[in-house]
């Protein structure tokens, strides 16, 4: 089992995350002659997200989709890593009640 001081250096490590979902939508836009006319939708990423109690969308071009990705995953191992965190601490709370 980990202590706090150490899972608290690998929180340390995780770098860059955001929170959200990374969407991928497919719209048409409406020209006879395009691709989507014939069934190839366009598609476009998004970052999707909660403020403020509303739902908010954030495009992401695709440049960056595999960072927001990477990002994502950080996230992920950070909230993993928190769930460590609050056992280690609990741990050494009752630790030192002996």
Known sequence: MATSKE???????????????????????????????????????????????????????RAHVETVRRWRKNYERLCVLVEELTTALVRELRETKK
Not at 17 to 32: D, I, N, P, Q
Not at 43 to 50: I, T
């Open 7 to 61: 899972v608290l250096v690998r929180i340390g490590a995780i770098g860059r995350l955001v929170h959200g979902s990374l969407v991928e939508m497919k719209r048409t836009c409406g020209k006879a002659g395009c691709k989507c006319a014939r069934g190839e939708r366009h598609s476009a990423y998004y970052l999707s997200r909660r403020v403020g109690g509303r739902t908010r969308l954030e495009h992401v071009s």
